[in-house]
């Protein structure tokens, strides 16, 4: 997420009454997570096993709850809470807009698009030329979408991440100020879910179709023309390259990268990257031929068994 525009470090610092060290007039543009950092960003940490990444990521401000040396060329931001003080930074810059009406006055709607009645259309959301929004989806804030898309009833883009800090008191929400992109000739089915990135965009790339009952965590992105079969469950920060198809009932964990051209078969969990131009299946998914030569051999136990108790 960058800022509307540049900030000092002495000014960010003033927000979120903490120290600082760093030349008081050092740019800050922005803020986002790790993954997605570019030079003039804040990034948060606050867990000593992950200093050193927060550190030498491009990010050129880091908010951090421990006086360390600070590297050439960078800025630290002192905070007894970082994950409390990004959340502020969060509501300073992208806070919440009460909506006023169904269709925001705000949003740009292109030519011949139907928006078809009990939509809900957000602030500052962009649809474009020749897309058919069928009724009751629900389209949150600042969501960029293209043209020649179709999305059904009930489908919901733009909720928060599922990202929470565990407290004595209860979980702590990481408030979410990305975006949804999705865009031209993509199909979304009925009731899916897309959630927006927390500060970067989640996104659905040029030609993808994707069915009903899906959902797809914050800040992922959906390569060129994927095929993804209904009650796919796919976690937040994952990288699925271009024409990739994936089967019903599969479930994704968050941070992984699965190939271009691989196909993942129904009801496969993936738990780590997979290669493309490969097929995969099972939990934990695996090569297609090797997962099914284990279950062959799995099903040849019993008359082993057996074979083993008549030459007793």
């Known amino acids: 997420?960058?800022?509307?525009?540049?900030?000092?470090?002495?000014?960010?610092?003033?927000?979120?009454?903490?120290?600082?060290?760093?030349?008081?007039?050092?740019?800050?543009?922005?803020?986002?997570?790790?993954?997605?950092?570019?030079?003039?960003?804040?990034?948060?940490?606050?867990?000593?096993?992950?200093?050193?990444?927060?550190?030498?990521?491009a990010a050129t401000v880091v908010l951090i709850n421990k006086k360390v040396d600070c590297p050439e060329g960078k800025a630290l931001l002192i905070s007894d809470d970082p994950f409390r003080d990004f959340n502020k930074l969060t509501k300073?810059?992208?806070?919440?807009?009460?909506?006023?009406?169904?269709?925001?006055?705000?949003?740009?709607?292109?030519?011949?698009?139907?928006?078809?009645p009990g939509t809900f259309v957000g602030n500052n959301v962009v649809i474009g030329d020749n897309c058919l929004i069928h009724a009751n989806v629900s389209i949150y804030d600042n969501t960029i979408i293209g043209n020649n898309v179709t999305i059904h009833s009930g489908t919901v883009l733009g909720a928060d991440a599922f990202y929470y800090k565990k407290r004595p008191e209860g979980f702590d929400k990481l408030i979410s100020g990305g975006r949804i992109i999705i865009e031209d000739n993509v199909d979304l089915g009925s009731l899916c879910s897309i959630?927006?990135?927390?500060?970067?965009?989640?996104?659905?790339?040029?030609?993808?179709?994707?069915?009903?009952?899906?959902?797809?965590?914050?800040?992922?992105?959906?390569?060129?023309?994927?095929?993804?079969?209904?009650?796919?469950?796919?976690?937040g920060c994952v990288i699925i390259e271009d024409e990739v198809t994936i089967w019903g009932q599969v479930g994704i964990t968050s941070g992984i990268t699965i190939g271009t051209k691989a196909?993942?078969?129904?009801?496969s969990g993936v738990s780590k990257s997979l290669e493309g131009n490969k097929s995969y299946f099972g939990t934990p998914a695996d090569d297609f031929r090797k997962k099914y030569k284990e279950i062959a051999s799995i099903r040849q136990i019993p008359g082993i068994i057996e074979k083993l108790k008549d030459n007793e």
């Open 92 to 116: 300073y810059f992208r806070p919440f807009e009460k909506s006023t009406s169904l269709i925001s006055p705000s949003s740009s709607i292109g030519d011949n698009t139907i928006i078809q």
């Open 263 to 267: 196909v993942i078969s129904a009801q």
């Open 195 to 235: 959630d927006r990135g927390v500060t970067g965009n989640t996104t659905v790339k040029e030609g993808t179709k994707i069915d009903n009952q899906v959902h797809i965590g914050h800040d992922t992105v959906i390569g060129k023309k994927c095929l993804i079969a209904s009650q796919v469950g796919i976690a």
């Open 1 to 57: 997420m960058k800022f509307p525009q540049a900030h000092t470090l002495q000014q960010i610092a003033t927000i979120i009454s903490s120290e600082f060290i760093g030349d008081p007039d050092f740019p800050v543009l922005g803020m986002n997570e790790i993954h997605v950092v570019t030079p003039g960003d804040i990034v948060f940490v606050d867990h000593p096993k992950y200093y050193d990444k927060a550190l030498e990521s």
